[in-house]
């Protein structure tokens, strides 16, 4: 191996990327939505919608319409019952935590690029409320419902990070690459990272910790970073 290519090798093993598997609750919001849908009846009205799964399975998000008067609610379940609904404008995607805390996305215009992130508890208090001058292209949360990641499309093409336990938006990360369409938290060693990729069919092209800091870069990625750049980044004088 050469000296430049000893240089800008990743070879830190501690921060190899895990088995990243995109599921249905980790794919694009357009792919997902693209899904069969489901039917709930509430208030005498029966709601066609889409609805995301906890990892442990015991709690339902779930956004949609009414076939009878055309509202729109969302809704969340714990164990197959319902937990708490209300009217809702424009949603188009959930995720929900073990512990019931979820996400709802909703379009705030068609005629614009605005979406709005709104983050509950498991009673249905909305603890996060943020407008967004961007569509989003995927939402994860981790599994203890700790943090949110949101990350959006062009021109902005960023990841909001949101911190659920001090109920504020931790901060917004330019994306490594643009069009990231893929977000998945895996934890390591107790800490939170986010992966983030392009393709379903790929591996994950970097990571970030809650910080917004780049923890991995994948070598399809490197390879795409110029090499002056990469020799600086390593700084190794």
């Known amino acids: 191996m050469g000296i430049a290519a000893r240089l800008l090798k ?17 794919i694009s919001i357009d792919k997902q939505n693209s899904g069969q849908s489901k ?3 509430c ?7 889409q609805q995301s ?15 009878e008067t055309g509202t729109l609610r969302i809704f969340v379940f714990n164990n197959g ?74 021109p902005e093409s960023s990841v909001h990070i949101y911190n659920l336990c001090s109920r504020s938006k931790k ?12 977000t998945k938290f895996h934890q390591r060693n107790d800490e939170w990272l986010l992966y983030l990729s392009v393709k379903q069919s790929e591996h994950p092209l970097y990571a970030i910790d809650t910080d917004g800091q780049v923890v991995w ?5 490197l390879s795409r970073t110029p090499f002056f ?6 700084r190794p004088w």
């Open 53 to 67: 799964t906890s990892a442990d399975k015991k709690w339902k998000a779930a956004h949609g319409r009414s076939s």
């Open 81 to 154: 019952s319902l937990a708490w609904t209300e009217p809702f404008e424009r949603p188009f995607a959930s995720r929900i935590a073990n512990n019931g805390s979820s996400v709802f996305l909703s379009r705030n215009d068609s005629h614009t690029l605005e979406n709005t992130v709104c983050i509950f508890n498991s009673s249905g208090e909305s603890i996060i409320n943020d407008e967004l001058a961007a569509n989003v292209a995927s939402v994860d949360i981790t599994y203890d419902g700790c943090y949110v990641a949101v990350v959006t499309k062009q």
């Open 10 to 26: 990743n070879d830190d093993p501690a921060k190899e990327a895990p088995s990243i598997r995109w599921t249905e609750e980790s």
């Open 43 to 49: 208030n005498e009205e029966v709601y066609t919608v």
């Open 39 to 41: 039917s709930v009846r």
């Open 229 to 234: 750049t990469r020799l600086l980044k390593k």
């Open 217 to 221: 870069k994948s070598e399809r990625l």
């Open 171 to 182: 901060g917004v990360y330019e994306n490594e690459q643009e069009d990231m369409s893929l």
